[in-house]
């Protein structure tokens, strides 16, 4: 079947660091993956989506390579900011989402 | 602003009532999905609407839930005899090809 599994947070960095949020899934078919960002108080948002193997998405300084041999989208930043603390899912298509990770950036 | 807007954004019920949350969602929009998330969660797809017709189910989805989308335009979902297990958040989504635009959710509270 399908699902989605993302690395448990809390992910607390200090401003300018190097972030990571891994997500691996399992999938039957080659469906699209995607990054949603939730702020605090705010709705979810799409944050960058590949729709096939090595697609990269990018938006906002995040990517995320859609990587079939090891079945992952990591979500990375090289320089987070303050203002990137939210929670991040990982989704796979429209009906699988991991958890989510909350990020905390310190300044 | 014409984003995916949802009605009540709060509602606190007694246990045994049933309650209605509504979607509106980004017009021109095909598609419309409804989701359930409760604190520390990802959303959980419930059921989704192509136009009028609804095309799929979660097993999550009892019989004590219904959904309509009666002229494709907007959306009701239906809780029947609510029970303390179904606080949560019901988010609704909308979407005409693969980019789904969330509505900010109807916290249900079931006391």
């Known amino acids: 079947g399908n699902s989605v599994t993302q690395m448990e947070g809390p992910v607390t960095l200090s401003e300018e660091a190097f972030l990571t949020i891994n997500c691996t899934y399992t999938?039957?078919?080659?469906?699209?993956l995607f990054w949603y960002v939730q702020y605090p108080g705010e709705g979810l948002q799409l944050l960058l989506k590949?729709?096939?193997?090595?697609d990269k998405g990018s938006n906002k300084g995040f990517e995320a390579t859609y990587r079939k041999e090891t079945t992952s989208f990591h979500l990375e930043k090289g320089s987070v900011q303050v203002s990137d603390s939210a929670v991040y899912f990982c989704?796979?298509?429209?009906?699988?989402f991991g958890s989510g990770t909350k990020l905390n950036v310190k300044p | 602003d014409t984003g995916v807007s949802q009605d009540p954004r709060h509602k606190i019920t007694k246990r045994g009532q049933n309650v209605t949350f509504r979607c509106d969602p980004i017009?021109?929009?095909?598609?419309l999905y409804w989701y359930r998330q409760t604190l520390g969660q990802g959303p959980e797809f419930l059921t989704y609407?192509?136009?009028?017709?609804?095309?799929?189910k979660s097993r999550l989805l009892s019989d004590r839930f219904s959904a309509e989308r009666p002229k494709g335009s907007f959306s009701t979902l239906e809780i029947q005899r609510t029970e303390q297990g179904d606080s949560a958040m019901y988010l609704c989504?909308?979407?005409?090809?693969?980019?789904?635009?969330f509505g900010e959710g109807s916290w249900l509270t079931v006391v």
């Open positions: 609407f192509q136009n009028e017709a609804q095309l799929e």
């Open positions: 989504a909308s979407s005409s090809w693969d980019t789904i635009y």
């Open positions: 999938a039957t078919g080659y469906p699209s």
């Open positions: 590949a729709t096939k193997a090595d």
């Open positions: 989704a796979l298509s429209e009906f699988y």
């Open positions: 017009s021109e929009h095909n598609r």
